[in-house]
């Protein structure tokens, strides 16, 4: 079973950055495809920005050109450096794992994490 463990966020001003880290594990013959969604209380979560194993990189345009995606070597990490923040992206913020793969994987994908808090205050 895969799981993923978040870290990194906290409380910025405005202008601000914060980086957040996601590792999976459980599998160490897997890669993954992973992907950043956000959450505010009341409302449905909604894709920031993924990466797939090709190194590309997709965003939503609220965070272009503010936020960056990245992986580690191994493709089990995932990081999503956020700057130039605005009180608008304070939020609970999730990884996911889009698609698992590898010689010798055995993993499915859709895997959550359990979130990180990221509070940006004006």
């Known amino acids: 079973q895969v799981q993923l463990v978040e870290s990194g966020g906290g409380s910025a001003q405005a202008g601000g950055s914060l980086r957040l880290s996601c590792a999976a594990s459980?599998?160490?013959?897997?890669?993954?495809?992973m992907s950043w969604y956000r959450q505010v209380l009341g409302k449905e979560r909604e894709f920031v920005s993924g990466?797939?194993?090709?190194?590309?990189?997709k965003y939503a345009d609220s965070v272009k050109g503010r936020f960056t995606i990245s992986q580690n070597n191994a493709r089990n990490t995932v990081y999503l450096q956020m700057n130039s923040l605005k009180p608008e992206d304070t939020a609970m913020y999730y990884c996911?794992?889009?698609?698992?793969?590898?010689?010798?994987?055995?993993?499915?994908?859709?895997?959550w994490g359990q979130g990180t808090q990221v509070t940006v205050s004006s």
């Open positions: 996911k794992t889009d698609r698992s793969y590898g010689s010798f994987c055995s993993q499915t994908s859709g895997h």
């Open positions: 990466i797939d194993s090709g190194g590309i990189s």
């Open positions: 459980g599998d160490r013959y897997c890669s993954y495809d």
